[in-house]
C-alpha cells in the first residue's frame, strides 16, 4: 500500500527567506506526485505535480519540487517566501494511471510567515 | 471553466440525527468524483469515489454513505451520526480518460456533532 510522510508537522520561516518542506512516500511503481495548499477552512488547490520526465517541476505561485526516486521524496521549494504563502500544505501519491485521483495524502506541513 | 460547489458550509447536528452533504459539479460532464474527510492536524482520508451515475465504491468501513443520483451530484449521508463523524468534508472531482490525478476540490463542510 502507499503511504506519504510529511515529517514536519509545523514549520516557521522569515518573510524573504527560503522554503523547503519535505515529503517521503513509498509505492511500488513509477508515482503519481502532488503537493497541494490549503488555505483555512477552505479546500486545497493543486500547486504542482510529477508523472514523468523532468525530475524538476515547476508549479503556481513561485514553487517548485524535486523527485528524487533514489530517495523516495518530492520536495517543495520555494525561494523567497511571502506573508500570503502562509497555510498548510499536503503532498500527495496518486494510485495508477485509472487510478490517479485516488490519492493518498501526507499529515499536512503548516507553514507560518513571519514578517 | 469547471466549477465545484459544496453545501451546507458549516453544520451541526446532534448524535443520531441525519446527514446530507451535497456537491456539484459543472462545467464538465463525467467527472470522477470523491469524498474526503479530513480530521483535525490530519491529512485527507479517502471515504468514497464513483466513476459515474449510481457506481460507487467505499474505501473505508464506516457509518457514511454516498450516492450520485446524476452525472455531476454527489450525496454524502448519515442515517445516524456519531461523534466520531466531526471533521472537515471535501468533496472533489478529476477528469477520466487521459487521467492526470489531479483533483479538484470544493471549499468544504465543516460537520460538528454533539
Known amino acids: 500500500a502507499q503511504s506519504v510522510t510529511q515529517p514536519d508537522i509545523h514549520i516557521t520561516v522569515s518573510e524573504g527567506a527560503s522554503l523547503e518542506l519535505r515529503c517521503n512516500y513509498s509505492?511500488?511503481?513509477?508515482?503519481?506526485l502532488f503537493w497541494y495548499v490549503q488555505s483555512p477552512g477552505q479546500g486545497l488547490q493543486l500547486l504542482l505535480k510529477?508523472?514523468?520526465?523532468?525530475?524538476l517541476v515547476q508549479g503556481i505561485k513561485g514553487f517548485e519540487a524535486e523527485f528524487k526516486r533514489s530517495q523516495s521524496s518530492f520536495n517543495l521549494r520555494k525561494p523567497s517566501v511571502h506573508w500570503s504563502d502562509a497555510a498548510e500544505y499536503f503532498c500527495?501519491?496518486?494510485?495508477?494511471?485509472?487510478?490517479?485521483?485516488?490519492?493518498?495524502f501526507g499529515d499536512g506541513t503548516t507553514l507560518t510567515v513571519k514578517p | 471553466s469547471q466549477t465545484i460547489h459544496q453545501w451546507p458550509a458549516t453544520l451541526v447536528q446532534p448524535v443520531g440525527s441525519p446527514l446530507s452533504l451535497e456537491c456539484t459539479v459543472e462545467?464538465?460532464?463525467?467527472?470522477?468524483l470523491y469524498w474526503y474527510r479530513q480530521a483535525a492536524g490530519r491529512g485527507l482520508q479517502l471515504l468514497f469515489y464513483?466513476?459515474?451515475?449510481?457506481?460507487i465504491s467505499s474505501e473505508v468501513p464506516q457509518n457514511l454513505s454516498a450516492s450520485r443520483p446524476q452525472d455531476r451530484q454527489f450525496i454524502l449521508s448519515s442515517k445516524k451520526l456519531l461523534l466520531s463523524d466531526s471533521g472537515f468534508y471535501l468533496c472533489?472531482?478529476?477528469?477520466?480518460?487521459?487521467?492526470?490525478?489531479?483533483?479538484?476540490f470544493g471549499e468544504g463542510s465543516r460537520l460538528t456533532v454533539l
Open positions: 500527495a501519491v496518486g494510485r495508477t494511471n485509472t487510478n490517479a485521483g485516488k490519492s493518498t
Open positions: 462545467g464538465t460532464s463525467n467527472p470522477n
Open positions: 472533489a472531482w478529476s477528469f477520466k480518460g487521459t487521467n492526470t490525478g489531479e483533483l479538484f
Open positions: 510529477y508523472f514523468s520526465g523532468d525530475t
Open positions: 509505492y511500488g511503481a513509477t508515482p503519481y
Open positions: 464513483s466513476i459515474g451515475i449510481d457506481q
